[in-house]
C-alpha cells in the first residue's frame, strides 16, 4: 500500500539506510570507532533556556541579534540540531532577533514526554516557541525539512496563529505529500512488505544505521554525499551531517521516523494563510524540485526559490544564497502596514 506524508525525512535517513545496501560488506569486515566530529560554526551566543512545550518536553532554545528587531525562527530536520542553522543565522543576526531550538529528543532538548515525536506535537512545540520568544507579535518562521513539516502542523491545529503570531512561512526541503518520492522511494517500498509495520521497518532502518556507522571507511559518508547533498559540498559538512545522525536518539528514529512515514498534512497546506516561501536545491533527491513546485502551488501566498548547486541542506551547501532569499522574505513579510496618506481638504475637493 502506497503511503503518503508530508515530509520526506531530513537528516540521513535516506542515505544511511542506501549505505545499508551499499556497505553491507564493508559492515562484516571490522568497525570504525572514530570520534565524532565536532560541531560546525557556533550556536547563537544567547541561552534561553528550556521551554517547556504542552506536555512537559523540555526544548533548548538559544537566539542571536537584538532583541527589539523582527523574529525569525529557524527549524531543523530530523536527526539533526539547531547547529545546521551555523553558517546562517550570525548574517541575518545583524537586522533581525534569530531564534533557533532543538526539536524533542533531539540535540540539548529533552526526550519526548511518553516518546511522542508525532507530527501535530513538533507543531505544537514550534507554538511554544513562538509564544515564548515573540509574544505579541509576528515572526518568520522558517523550517527545514521535518521543520517545515512542523510548521503545517501547527497551521492544521493552529490556524488563528497565522497572521497575529506568524507574519511568514519559509519551507526549505519539504515536501506536501508522498514519502515515497525521495531517496528513500525505493526502500520505503522494499521494507514495508518484508519488514512488516512501518514501525517495525523504522526499528530496522535505527539498527542498521549503527551497523553503517560503525563500518570501515566512509560508507556511511559516500551514501549521504549521493543522496543529501549537491556537487560541491565539503567533506567537513558531510562528516557533521553523518555525526549527528548517529548521534540521534534511537527513538527518533524508531517512534519518529515511523511516524513520519505515515502522515499526511495536505489539508493544512491551505491554511498557511501568510505570505511563504518554498526553497529547494537543485540537486535535492530526497525532496526534489518538482515537489516543491507542487507545495508552492498549493499555497495560498506561495513562491518558489531555486538554490543552484544545492541538495537537500542548502543552509550548509549554500548558506550565501539561503542568506538573502531569508533577508529578502522577512523584511517583505514583517514589514510594518503601509498607512494610507490622509487626503487634504484641498484634495478632496478637487475629486
Same mark, same amino acid.
Given at each position: 500500500?502506497?503511503?503518503?506524508? #508530508?515530509?520526506?525525512?531530513?537528516? &540521513?535517513?535516506?542515505?544511511?539506510?542506501?549505505? +545499508? *545496501?551499499? =556497505?553491507? %560488506? @564493508?559492515? $562484516?569486515?571490522?568497525?570504525?570507532?572514530?570520534?565524532?566530529?565536532?560541531?560546525?560554526?557556533?550556536?547563537?551566543?544567547?541561552?534561553?533556556?528550556?521551554?517547556?512545550?504542552?506536555?512537559?518536553?523540555?526544548?533548548?532554545?538559544?537566539?542571536?541579534?537584538?532583541?527589539?528587531?523582527?523574529?525569525?525562527?529557524?527549524?531543523?530536520?530530523?536527526?539533526?540540531?539547531?547547529?545546521?542553522?551555523?553558517?546562517?543565522?550570525?548574517?541575518? #543576526?545583524?537586522?533581525?532577533?534569530? &531564534?533557533?531550538?532543538?526539536?524533542?529528543?533531539? +540535540? *540539548?532538548? =529533552?526526550? %519526548? @514526554?511518553? $516518546?511522542?515525536?508525532?507530527?501535530?506535537?513538533?507543531?505544537?512545540?514550534?507554538?511554544?516557541?513562538?509564544?515564548?520568544?515573540?509574544?505579541?507579535?509576528?515572526?518568520?518562521?522558517?523550517?527545514?525539512?521535518?521543520?517545515?513539516?512542523?510548521?503545517?502542523?501547527?497551521?492544521?491545529?493552529?490556524?488563528?496563529?497565522?497572521?497575529?503570531?506568524?507574519?511568514?512561512?519559509?519551507?526549505?526541503?519539504?515536501?506536501?505529500?508522498?514519502?515515497?518520492?525521495?531517496?528513500?522511494?525505493?526502500?520505503?517500498?522494499?521494507?514495508?512488505?518484508?519488514?512488516?509495520?512501518? %514501525? @517495525?521497518?523504522?526499528?530496522?532502518?535505527?539498527?542498521?544505521?549503527?551497523?553503517?556507522?560503525?563500518?570501515?571507511?566512509?560508507?556511511?559518508?559516500?551514501?549521504?554525499?549521493?543522496?543529501?547533498?549537491?556537487?560541491?559540498?565539503?567533506?567537513?559538512?558531510?562528516?557533521?551531517?553523518?555525526?549527528?545522525?548517529?548521534?540521534?536518539?534511537?527513538?527518533?528514529?524508531?517512534?519518529?521516523?515511523?511516524?513520519?512515514?505515515?502522515?499526511?498534512?495536505?489539508?493544512?497546506?491551505?491554511?498557511?494563510?501568510?505570505?511563504?516561501?518554498?526553497?529547494?536545491?537543485?540537486?535535492?533527491?530526497?525532496?526534489?524540485?518538482?515537489?516543491?513546485?507542487?507545495?508552492?502551488?498549493?499555497?495560498?501566498?506561495?513562491?518558489?526559490?531555486?538554490?543552484?548547486?544545492?541538495?537537500?541542506?542548502?543552509?550548509?551547501?549554500?548558506?550565501?544564497?539561503?542568506?538573502?532569499?531569508?533577508?529578502?522574505?522577512?523584511?517583505?513579510?514583517?514589514?510594518?502596514?503601509?498607512?494610507?496618506?490622509?487626503?487634504?481638504?484641498?484634495?478632496?475637493?478637487?475629486?
Amino acid at each position: 500500500m502506497k503511503r503518503r506524508t #508530508a515530509l520526506v525525512s531530513a537528516g &540521513v535517513a535516506a542515505g544511511v539506510v542506501a549505505a +545499508g *545496501a551499499i =556497505g553491507r %560488506a @564493508a559492515v $562484516r569486515r571490522g568497525r570504525d570507532h572514530r570520534e565524532p566530529h565536532p560541531p560546525i560554526g557556533d550556536l547563537p551566543p544567547d541561552d534561553l533556556g528550556l521551554i517547556g512545550s504542552f506536555d512537559g518536553t523540555e526544548l533548548a532554545v538559544r537566539a542571536a541579534g537584538d532583541p527589539s528587531r523582527p523574529v525569525i525562527v529557524l527549524a531543523h530536520g530530523f536527526s539533526l540540531d539547531m547547529s545546521t542553522w551555523s553558517a546562517v543565522w550570525p548574517e541575518l #543576526a545583524r537586522a533581525f532577533r534569530v &531564534v533557533t531550538f532543538d526539536q524533542r529528543s533531539h +540535540g *540539548a532538548s =529533552g526526550p %519526548a @514526554a511518553h $516518546r511522542d515525536l508525532g507530527v501535530r506535537s513538533i507543531g505544537r512545540d514550534l507554538a511554544a516557541v513562538l509564544e515564548a520568544v515573540s509574544p505579541g507579535r509576528p515572526a518568520v518562521v522558517v523550517g527545514h525539512s521535518m521543520g517545515g513539516i512542523a510548521i503545517l502542523a501547527l497551521a492544521e491545529q493552529r490556524p488563528e496563529l497565522f497572521g497575529s503570531q506568524v507574519g511568514g512561512a519559509v519551507f526549505i526541503g519539504v515536501a506536501s505529500a508522498d514519502l515515497v518520492r525521495g531517496a528513500m522511494g525505493s526502500i520505503t517500498e522494499f521494507v514495508r512488505p518484508r519488514w512488516g509495520s512501518l %514501525a @517495525a521497518a523504522a526499528r530496522r532502518m535505527d539498527l542498521l544505521r549503527h551497523a553503517v556507522l560503525r563500518s570501515p571507511g566512509d560508507v556511511a559518508g559516500i551514501a549521504a554525499r549521493l543522496t543529501q547533498f549537491g556537487p560541491d559540498v565539503p567533506h567537513a559538512v558531510v562528516d557533521h551531517v553523518v555525526g549527528l545522525a548517529g548521534r540521534a536518539r534511537s527513538e527518533v528514529w524508531n517512534e519518529g521516523l515511523a511516524e513520519l512515514m505515515n502522515v499526511d498534512l495536505r489539508h493544512a497546506v491551505p491554511r498557511v494563510t501568510v505570505p511563504a516561501l518554498v526553497v529547494v536545491g537543485e540537486h535535492d533527491r530526497v525532496t526534489p524540485p518538482a515537489t516543491a513546485v507542487e507545495l508552492a502551488g498549493a499555497l495560498p501566498q506561495g513562491r518558489l526559490a531555486v538554490l543552484e548547486g544545492a541538495g537537500h541542506l542548502p543552509m550548509l551547501e549554500k548558506p550565501d544564497e539561503l542568506i538573502a532569499e531569508l533577508r529578502a522574505f522577512a523584511t517583505a513579510a514583517l514589514a510594518p502596514p503601509k498607512r494610507k496618506r490622509r487626503r487634504s481638504s484641498r484634495e478632496e475637493g478637487a475629486a
